[in-house]
């Protein structure tokens, strides 16, 4: 009997503890450390990887935005699915709207500044062919100073005209900045809460927000809502450049990427990102109303039939 209990003993893997959500592995000093949430295999070459997203998951962001969850869920009472929905409704409508209508603010005073640069650059060229004449320089030379003058005085007067009128383009990054950080950050704090097994409430047909849907319709409807968020964006340009028409395929090759992407994270994450998505395309629709226009005045004159614009052109590109 003593023979069979220690063989039982020592047959036992004292290195893995599992749990029905994740997998850890006992660290050689104690602790454990997180390898994901399926199954995988330890490898020596993901450890710097395995550091790296751990640290980022127990960062402090990741904290706060778990410690928001937690909140809006324990003090509104709904289930886990329809409290994801209400926070992202209130993270994107509080923070990221505001900085989308001050986005819009700073294009619409850069391109209200182009008439202006266009004739300040035709009087600009014609003093310095003025002053090319005076000092005997050709155009034939590799790298002519009147060129060089007239690129650096450009500069100049644009920039004057920014600080002018307080519409840097740089500012209209400042969404970008916010936004991509408040995503990770809360689509961790997701996963960190499937993780424990605390975010388990669903709804049809992802009951449990702690598995990936296995049904593939949260990823395929996050896939095709960010293609036509794309296309939307597409349409209010009438001749895009090389350069733009390429990174619009670039973009809709990753809308495209992110249903399998999605596909395998837990259900609580992708309903995320399928609801900052649709939440994101409301406040872009909502952002070309005329009364929001005039609310922000807007020194670019707009069209007073937005919506219906963005129609026809949907129609004239697509079903011609």
């Given at each position: ?13 004292p290195?893995?503890l ?5 997998i ?6 104690g ?7 399926r ?12 550091r ?39 993270v994107r409508?509080?923070i ?20 202006e ?7 600009l ?10 000092r005997?320089?050709?155009e034939?030379?590799t790298?002519?100073?009147s060129?060089f ?7 100049r007067i644009?920039?004057?005209?920014y ?10 990054s400042l ?5 991509l950080?408040?995503?990770?950050s ?12 605390s975010a ?7 009951p ?25 964006f ?14 619009l395929?670039?973009?809709r ?16 994450m ?11 395309f ?10 929001v226009h ?6 670019t004159?707009?069209?007073?039939s ?13 079903y011609?």
């Open positions: 009997i003593l023979r069979v209990q220690r063989s039982a003993t020592v047959q036992s893997p290195s893995v599992t749990c029905p959500a994740a850890y592995l006992r660290r050689p000093g602790g454990t450390h997180l390898l994901g949430v199954v995988l295999s330890s490898v020596s070459g993901g450890d710097a990887a395995g790296w997203y751990g640290s980022l998951s127990d960062s402090a962001p990741v904290h706060l935005c778990e410690q928001l969850l937690v909140s809006v869920q324990q003090v509104s009472g709904f289930p886990w699915w329809l409290s994801i929905g209400v926070a992202t409704l209130s409508t509080l990221t709207l505001p900085l989308a209508a001050y986005q819009l603010v700073i294009i619409s005073k850069v391109e209200a500044l182009q008439v640069i266009s004739k300040l650059a035709k009087r060229h014609y003093e310095v062919s003025v002053r090319t004449k005076e005997g320089w050709t034939r030379q790298c002519p100073p060129r003058q007239f690129k650096k005085n450009l500069r644009v920039s004057q005209l600080v002018r009128d307080n519409c840097h383009p740089f500012k209209a969404l970008v900045w916010v936004q950080p408040l995503w990770i809360l689509s961790l704090a997701l996963r960190n809460l499937s993780l424990d097994q388990t409430g669903g709804a049809l047909w992802f449990d927000l702690t598995i990936p849907d296995s049904t593939w319709i949260l990823p395929v409807c996050l896939g095709l809502t960010n293609l036509l968020i794309v296309e939307v597409s349409l209010q340009r009438v001749s895009a450049s090389q350069t733009q028409r390429l990174v395929n670039a973009i090759g990753f809308s495209l990427l992110m249903i399998p992407i999605a596909a395998t994270v837990p259900s609580s992708a309903l995320y990102w399928f609801a900052s998505s649709l939440v994101g409301s406040h872009n629709l909502l952002l070309r109303s005329p009364s005039r609310l922000l005045r807007l020194p004159p707009r069209s007073a937005p919506y219906r614009d963005l129609l026809s052109a949907f129609i004239a590109r697509y011609k």
